[in-house]
C-alpha cells in the first residue's frame, strides 16, 4: 500500500473533521473523556491546527484515498510534537500510521527529538509507538476514571 503525505489546507478541514470523528468515536465511547478526545472538538480546532504557524496538518493518502491525519508542531525548532493523528477505523492495523510516523520524520531532519502522547488503555498505540523507537518518558496523566495518557519521546541523531 502506497502512502503518502499532503499539507493539508482550510479546504481539507471538514475531511479531516469527519475522519477525526470517525476515528476517535470509539474511543470516545469506551473511555468518555468528553475534555480532551479529538471527537469532541469543533471543526475550528481543526481549522486551527491546519492554519498553525508552528507547524499544520497533514493528510495521510493511501492508495489515492485520504484515509487519516497527522498534526505536527514544534516547540522549538528542533523538538517536534505529534498530536493528533489518526486512521479512518477500517484502515487501521495496516501499516499506515507506522509509514505516515516516517514521512513525517523524514520531511524534518533537523528534529532532534519528537513526542506524542497516547491512551495508556490502548495497547496497540503503545506497541505501534515503542516498536518504532519511541521511548516512555516516565509521565502520565489520569483523564478520569476509564483513561490515563501516557507520553512517549524519540530522541534522533
Do not use: H
Amino acid at each position: 500500500m502506497k502512502v503518502i503525505l499532503e499539507k493539508a489546507t482550510a479546504n481539507n478541514a471538514k475531511e479531516i473533521f469527519d475522519i477525526q470523528v470517525e476515528a476517535f468515536m470509539p474511543l470516545l465511547d469506551k473511555y468518555k473523556d468528553y475534555e480532551s478526545n479529538p471527537a469532541n472538538e469543533s471543526i475550528e480546532k481543526v481549522v486551527s491546527r491546519i492554519n498553525r504557524p508552528d507547524g499544520g496538518f497533514y493528510k495521510i493518502v493511501a492508495d489515492n484515498k485520504l484515509v487519516g491525519a497527522i498534526c505536527i508542531f514544534t516547540n522549538e525548532e528542533t523538538q517536534f510534537w505529534i498530536s493528533p493523528m489518526f486512521i479512518l477505523p477500517t484502515y487501521q492495523g495496516k501499516g499506515i500510521a507506522q509509514k505516515a510516523i516516517q514521512l513525517i520524520e523524514d520531511m524534518f531532519p533537523q528534529a532532534t527529538s519528537w513526542e506524542l502522547a497516547t491512551l495508556l488503555e490502548e495497547e496497540r498505540n503503545c506497541y505501534l509507538y515503542e516498536k518504532i523507537g519511541y521511548k516512555k518518558t516516565g509521565i502520565t496523566k489520569k483523564l478520569n476514571d476509564n483513561a490515563t495518557l501516557i507520553f512517549y519521546k524519540k530522541r534522533c541523531n
